[in-house]
């Protein structure tokens, strides 16, 4: 089996989070952001996560990837049922959607990830995001002391109060991790002890490469 991703992409961080923690034997595969042929290949649309199957066949959408990998993987490796703190923690984060977008467009392409390893990656990226923020990466930087305090405050109240030495990983982390991971590549973003434990257990349950080492 093939995974195709881009590292920035909280829905791939989805599906690997689960394929990681269930040992799963799956080649990854990242894609150039203006990869468009072999999504079209694969699966007839631009979109990732791709799982390709041996047979040739494939399929997407990240939650239904996790959900097969949680079938075909390590057994006695148990991913817990989500809970009603998964819909509140994703609504509260995603209060400050455009202000965590402002922040992480422009460093994702700043960043050296694999999947902007080319400019013309670079500037299909830029061109899309730039009209989504309705701003200009340069300006979205500049601004990074304003975007940057409204996620921190929204961080300070977040209901998520998770426990880190739980050693199951749970479809709550999957729905709340990959959000706070991301963040990670923003240069001394301040979370709660609590969140920056949690991003780290969930990092060494699951493979997941935080971003602190190349953070801007």
């Not at 996790?66 to 049922?81: L, M």
């Not at 990226?125 to 002391?145: I, P, R, V, W």
């Not at 405050?153 to 739980?166: C, G």
Request: charged share 30%.
């Amino acid at each position: 089996m093939k995974l195709y991703y881009y590292d920035h992409c909280p829905f791939c961080v989805r599906a690997k989070m689960v394929a990681g923690y269930k040992q799963v034997p799956v080649e990854y595969i990242v894609l150039l952001n203006d990869d468009s042929e072999t999504c079209m290949r694969l699966v007839h649309k631009k979109q990732v996560p791709i799982l390709e199957f041996d047979d040739g066949s494939a399929m997407v959408e990240s939650l239904d990837i996790a959900h097969k990998f949680d079938e075909i993987g390590e057994k006695s490796r148990v991913v817990s049922p989500a809970t009603d703190i998964q819909k509140k923690v994703t609504d509260e984060l995603s209060e400050v959607s455009s202000d965590i977008n402002a922040l992480l467009f422009p460093r994702n392409v700043k960043a050296s990830l694999p999947e902007f390893a080319t400019k013309s990656a670079i500037e299909y990226f830029q061109g899309k995001k730039e009209k989504n923020l309705g701003k200009s990466f340069d300006q979205a930087m500049a601004e990074t002391a304003e975007h940057k305090k409204k996620v921190e405050d929204k961080l300070a109240t977040l209901s998520f109060h998770p426990d880190n030495t739980n050693e199951n990983l749970s479809w709550d982390d999957v729905m709340i991790f990959p959000t706070l991971r991301n963040l990670t590549i923003v240069k001394d973003i301040k979370m709660p002890q609590r969140l920056q434990d949690y991003v780290k257990h969930i990092s060494a349950l699951t493979g997941i490469q935080l971003y602190y080492d190349r953070a801007l």
